[in-house]
């Protein structure tokens, strides 16, 4: 990719001091690296090219000038940050009016917002469940009707002739059903696609994605992940269901909708970034746990996507929505199954029991494992590079909302074709088994009395074909089959994720690994004189569907754990773990995790655990924004209207200072406020001058503040009349009088350790007098990254 | 007898039980005599099932376990009435029948239609033995014969009866152990024809047989369907339908042939070709997304580069 702009490079790797001329073309001729330092230390050049642009204005020659007029336009790439998306304020704001109102608070307030936080909890949980089971259901009764249209119109026409006509039946009727999906998608609620877990991710890592816990994005993610699991298309519903129960934890822990602007009076202590974020990390492990029947993988994934704010109290809350979830969905789905009072029915995903005797594995199969770990890997690597590539085509070239709705039809309609294709010049046929594991049966060409083997792998859903590669007898399927079957439906599921879908990846992954886990099986059994001892194909099927997952999305922990639950077999908890974390290695040697190639795609500024490593050279002066705008702790309205308003400059946290009298020399740091505390007070008027002439005015209270949560007007909305302007503003109530700061010469590892563990926003630098020099944000931070040629740094950008 | 291996710290406890159970031989061979070989092969905990066994491997046998019984003899009250050993007489005579019937309509299967009447004489004479209801004299056979030792022979004699019917569903074709339901009829009257009809051109040739039996054959396959769904079928239909099936298919060659592979791949390369027009078009005409970039302020570099050389010397 030659218009991938250039990286500037931090590595202290000998570079030529000619390459530096080599790249001038590169840059437009604008973009000259200006400054290059020889240090000691063996001649190494240090490029700080991009960094001196802005800031050396007296140096900007006329030429300069009419290039920085227009911004530079540079096509998407996976090196940028968005100017988008914000942090969450996780840190709590410590102002005068919340500690009045802790004072104010009784013993008991605080034991009941203990036991609404449960209440919250189990809420949460059963809400989940509900909606896991309606999507459940709801998929299972449209599929049946599509496959039993399908299928009767496939025998109708395998006696009299014109199965082409079948096919055509059966694409038009996926293409439609996703259409249906892809359009409300696509039209209504872009952040709904995919499979939402890299959204939550970067939630719980404290990014505030635009829209993506809203009631609309619940119901066009629900709705959407019907339709494209009953179009065909190679996809899950287990993805989808994490988000879902993230949205449903914000929603019900505020106790109110915005979108439906009701408002319950309840729970309204929890409206704010703190409290909402630990509910989604509530919701997302209830939605894990209802989609794989997995109460403890919910908790463990909570724990690791969102590691960095957990307590006791909080994961044990956590457990216990993931409890309630797991079992509403028993519940239900039991009356559904006209079973009622079953709890023992897991997830949504149901691999079925793995008899003991039958998956009982050996020492000597250990290396096996891991050798089919290593496969996963790889073969997870490829899959990772390739949907890559088709992202970032996708992001160029496919953006307009009709475009993503037609290649999504497209899909489907391939998916149903490359399906007939299969299923029609397959000659594998197996006798229909007593018990009907298989739910819909084709026969086409074969003896009556006997059913297409490659039928049970397509024509059915995902979800049926991962159980029946589980847990048919051996012998079911044939290595041909198995072997083609993977190929087709890898490549079917690399191409379909990330179109505008709603639609996870676990499920697809989980076949293509169970369909050469299982061909690995019955290869093993065949090359061996003594087969017996290899006989379950199924154990390898599910090791395989194990590596290949991990593969593919790189969970460690949380993964095993899911995938042993899913089981309901302990003795499984050592192979899967050899295997994912084999699958790991290999597959990071090559890329990185699906989930986080596509958080990176979307420009979001993600903090990873730790600092990239040989940053600590780095330090906050090198990292932070400056100049910063400062307000006075007593400010004139207009300054702060007028700040507020300048969109070249959408700050959101300001420093407070106070002025030292009759000095030119920059204020000291008193405090910081918020842009959302700004506009609640600009709306609620609370003006020095008025509070004098106004005696009796009602106090602002914190109140105030959360009942504008989550959506703050924007500055535009408020209006300030030309007297208003000239008023003063006392800031000192409201603004955060103990601010987190650090001094000049911190290192970037310390600077970012601190944003990780309190949950910063905004982070002052000041000087040895306690003057601001900077501010560092969580972009400053998360621009840094290692590649592969040492620290490098990415360009934020308007998208 | 394994069980004095097995458990020897029970010893006491098994040595009776073990001495009961032998009396109940003993009785029984002592009161019957003809019947005396064929019930202790019947009653023999060797081969419980097994009925095809020559006889002379287990007459020594036997004839020690006569003998030693005779040595010991417990009280009245210990040992079974004549009630009761006559019940067992009727049980193990009933036995056998069944299981004669049932090996000899193994292949092709015919257990339920042969073998109900056996099976519900079986079922009554059991279901005798173990009411609580008390026999003539105050006695109920249910302990005695049922109860009184941990291997429960005829318990578990019956318990493999019973597990065949249940796995053959031959409930669904049996009409109160009276005879075979309506359904079941029919379709065997449909059965006999199809096979006719097959057996009318099976010299000739298959394709004229293809043709003219597909009628009889297709309404065999629907009828058999439907009683499928109703659940009115029995392992004897279930394997009468599969023969049918594989001499339609198999033998006679009738299922379909693949025939419209050019219309089929015409179609799908049709569609294959789609997205590849899809994704060129939106290559080339589609306009490119470009981001505009940004320039964060940032502290002016002079300073920072000013602090390093300050720090280098």
């Known amino acids: 990719m030659a218009n991938i702009a250039k990286k500037v490079s931090w590595s202290s790797r000998a570079e030529e001091s000619g390459a530096a001329g080599e790249r001038t073309p590169l840059f437009n001729g604008s973009e000259q690296p200006r400054l290059s330092r020889q240090l000691s230390g063996g001649g190494s050049v240090f490029q700080i090219g991009r960094l001196s642009t802005v800031d050396l204005e007296e140096e900007i020659t006329s030429d300069e000038d009419s290039l920085r007029g227009r911004p530079k336009e540079i096509p998407h790439n996976e090196k940028l940050l968005s100017l988008k998306y914000e942090s969450l304020d996780y840190d709590n704001i410590e102002n005068q009016l919340f500690l009045e109102e802790e004072r104010r608070m009784s013993y008991m307030g605080f034991r009941c917002l203990e036991i609404s936080r449960w209440v919250v909890c189990g809420l949460i949980g059963f809400l989940t469940g509900l909606i896991a089971c309606f999507i459940d259901i709801a998929v299972e009764e449209l599929a049946g009707i599509k496959y039993r249209v399908v299928k009767q119109n496939i025998e109708k026409f395998t006696e009299v002739g014109g199965l082409s006509i079948s096919l055509i039946l059966w694409a038009v009727l996926n293409a439609s059903i996703v259409m249906l999906g892809a359009i409300i998608v696509a039209f209504f609620e872009p952040i709904a696609a995919g499979s939402g877990i890299p959204q939550i991710k970067c939630y719980l890592n404290g990014v505030k994605i635009p829209r993506v816990v809203r009631l609309k994005t619940l119901v066009v993610k629900v709705c959407g992940v019907i339709c494209s699991v009953v179009g065909g298309l190679a996809v899950g519903k287990e993805g989808p269901m994490i988000h879902s129960g993230a949205v449903v934890a914000a929603g019900v822990s505020q106790g109110r909708s915005t979108s439906l602007k009701r408002d319950f009076k309840i729970f309204e202590y929890f409206r704010r970034d703190t409290e909402k974020r630990d509910f989604v990390s509530a919701g997302a492990a209830a939605g894990v746990s209802a989609a794989f029947g997995a109460p403890v993988g919910g908790v463990l994934f909570a724990l690791e996507e969102g590691a960095s704010f957990w307590n006791q109290m909080l994961t044990w809350r956590i457990f216990f929505a993931s409890m309630i979830s797991t079992f509403t969905l028993n519940f239900f789905l039991s009356i559904y199954h006209k079973n009622p009072g079953d709890l023992s029915n897991p997830g949504l995903i149901n691999f079925g029991r793995f008899e003991s005797d039958s998956g009982a594995y050996n020492l000597y199969e250990i290396p096996l494992f891991i050798a089919m770990g290593a496969i996963g890997g790889l073969l997870g690597a490829l899959f990772n590079v390739l949907n890559y590539w088709l992202t970032i085509f996708r992001i160029r070239y496919v953006h307009r909302p009709c475009l993503q709705v037609m290649e999504a039809m497209l899909v489907a309609a391939v998916t149903a074709t490359v399906s007939f294709t299969m299923i029609y010049f397959s000659n594998d046929c197996q006798p229909l088994g007593p018990e009907h594991n298989e739910e819909y049966p084709l026969q086409l060409f074969c003896a009556d009395g006997e059913y297409n083997s490659m039928a049970t792998a397509f024509f059915n859903t995902p979800e049926r074909s991962v159980r029946s590669l589980f847990h048919n007898q051996p012998g079911t399927y044939n290595p041909l089959t198995l072997g083609l079957f993977t190929l087709t439906y890898f490549f079917l599921a690399c191409w379909t994720y990330g179109l505008a879908v709603s639609a996870g990846v676990f499920i697809p992954s989980l076949l293509i690994g169970a369909a050469w886990g299982r061909l690995f099986g019955i290869l093993l059994a065949s090359i061996t004189s003594n087969g017996s001892i290899w006989a379950d194909p199924g154990k390898y099927a599910l090791i395989g569907a194990a590596a290949q997952l991990g593969g593919i999305v790189r969970m460690t922990l949380s993964l095993t754990v899911i995938m042993v639950e899913a089981t309901g077999n302990v003795t499984y908890g050592l192979p899967i773990m050899l295997v994912l974390m084999t699958a790991k290695i290999v597959g990071d040697y090559f890329v990185e995790g699906l989930y986080d190639i596509h958080i990176k795609l979307q420009s979001v500024p993600f903090l990873h655990l730790e600092a990239p490593a040989t940053s600590h050279w780095l330090t906050a002066r090198e990292v932070m924004g400056s100049p910063v705008t400062c307000l006075n702790r007593i400010e004139k309205v207009g300054t702060i209207v007028d700040i507020l308003s300048n969109t070249s400059t959408n700050h959101n946290g300001f420093p407070v200072v106070v002025q030292v009298t009759g000095s030119d020399e920059p204020a000291k740091l008193c405090g910081l406020i918020l842009r959302s505390q700004l506009i609640v007070l600009l709306k609620h008027k609370v003006f020095v001058e008025l509070a004098r002439s106004r005696l009796t005015q009602r106090k602002l209270q914190l109140k105030d503040f959360r009942d504008a949560y989550p959506r703050f007007p924007p500055i535009q909305s408020i209006h300030v009349s030309q007297d208003e302007r000239e008023c003063m503003m006392d800031l000192t109530e409201f603004m955060n009088a103990t601010p987190y700061t650090v001094p000049q010469e911190t290192s970037l590892p310390r600077v970012f350790k601190l944003f990780r563990a309190l949950g910063l926003r905004h982070l002052v630098v000041v000087d040895d007098e306690n003057r601001v020099v900077g501010l560092v944000t969580r972009k400053d931070l998360a621009r840094y990254h290692l590649g592969k040629h040492g620290l490098e740094e990415l360009q934020v950008a308007q998208t | ?313």
């Open chain 2, 1 to 313: 007898m394994s069980l004095h291996k097995n458990s020897p710290f029970l010893v006491l406890l098994v040595l009776s039980t073990y001495a009961l159970a032998s009396s109940v031989g003993g009785n029984l061979t002592a009161s019957d005599s003809a019947d005396k070989l064929k019930q202790s092969l019947s009653l023999s905990p060797a081969a419980p099932v097994v009925v095809g066994v020559d006889s002379t491997v287990f007459k020594p046998g036997v004839d020690s376990l006569f003998s030693l019984n005779l040595l010991s003899s417990f009280p009245e009250d210990l040992e079974i009435s004549d009630y009761c050993s006559d019940l067992l007489h009727i049980f193990g005579q009933r036995y056998v029948a069944y299981v004669n019937c049932l090996v000899t309509a193994a292949r092709p299967v015919k257990v339920c239609q042969n073998c109900f009447s056996s099976y519900g004489s079986l079922m009554n004479i059991y279901t005798n033995i173990s009411s609580d209801q008390m026999g003539p004299g105050n006695v109920s056979c249910r302990d005695s014969l049922l109860r009184s030792d941990h291997l429960m022979l005829v318990y578990l004699l019956y318990s493999n009866m019973e597990d065949i019917w249940t796995k053959s569903a031959c409930d669904n074709c049996i009409k109160g152990f009276q005879s075979l339901t309506n359904d079941t009829l029919y379709f065997i009257s449909t059965l006999n024809q199809t096979l006719t009809c097959f057996e009318k051109y099976q010299q000739g040739n298959h394709t004229e047989l293809c043709k003219d039996c597909k009628n009889a054959y297709r309404d065999l396959n629907e009828l058999y369907s439907r009683m499928e769904t109703n659940l009115t079928m029995c392992i004897d239909i279930e394997d009468s339908m599969n023969m049918t099936r594989r001499l339609w298919s198999k033998n006679f060659n009738c299922s379909f042939p693949r025939e419209e592979t050019v219309p089929v791949i015409a179609v799908s390369s049709f569609m294959l070709f789609l997205p590849i027009i899809f994704y060129l078009s939106s290559f080339l005409h589609s306009e490119q997304k470009k981001r505009k970039l940004i320039h964060p302020k940032r502290a002016k570099s002079y300073t920072t580069l000013m602090n390093i050389q300050d720090k280098l010397s």
